[in-house]
């Protein structure tokens, strides 16, 4: 089991989610995280190609100075 340190606030919030909806703070923690993860899931599938395409523009560039350098 993972166990996670949250800001004040966010504890508070839960815990009034929590009385409110009369379910368990974990269950609201759990819920919560089911609906986020998949969303940032794929944001970070985006970012992580664009990573890779970063890398491979630099790589490229970087090579192709070692080239103009063998060259002179």
Do not use: C, G, H
Not at 1 to 11: A, N
Not at 22 to 38: D, F, Q, W
């Amino acid at each position: 089991m993972l166990k996670v340190s949250v800001p004040y606030d966010i504890e508070n919030k839960i815990k009034q989610i929590s009385l409110k909806r009369k379910m368990t703070e974990s269950s609201i923690v759990t819920n919560a995280l089911k609906y986020y993860l998949p969303l940032i899931e794929e944001d970070l599938e985006a970012e992580f190609e664009l990573w890779d395409v970063l890398s491979d523009e630099a790589l490229i560039s970087f090579e192709d100075k070692l080239e103009k350098i063998k060259i002179k």
